[in-house]
């Protein structure tokens, strides 16, 4: 077997937060300062054509952008948790000295054939 980093050391995983985030943040802030003022144009009937045509483009844009954010962010978490359920590997110290031995480098993944399970397992008593 392989022993994978954690998921917290992978640069994917952080890209999809940090894009995410950016994104939703994007969205928001779109939605959050046109749809004000297309409200007050439209209450003080002082609104241009542009304000409202324009604003619902600007709205419809935002929305979007703020709704792929939030897949994102939920899928991100649908990894997350689809992470804890893989087992954790216990490298064997036979397997790491084999493994220096071929590449003379310590930061590559390692095979060994120990699985240990993620977390404590307590055996239900009968």
Known sequence: MIVRPSLTRSIPFWILLV???????????????????MIAGL?????TGGLVYGGQ??????????????????????????????PVVKPTADAIEADDAETGDDTV??????????????????
């Open 57 to 86: 483009s600007w709205i419809t844009i935002g929305s979007g952008l703020l709704a792929a954010g939030l897949v994102g962010l939920f899928v991100l978490l649908a990894l997350a948790a689809a992470r804890s359920f893989l």
């Open 43 to 47: 209450d003080d009937q002082t609104a």
């Open 109 to 126: 993944l390692v095979r060994t054939d120990e699985v240990v399970p993620a977390r404590d397992e307590v055996p239900a008593a009968r």
């Open 19 to 37: 894009a995410s985030l950016a994104v939703t943040v994007a969205g928001a802030a779109i939605v959050a300062t046109t749809l004000p003022a």
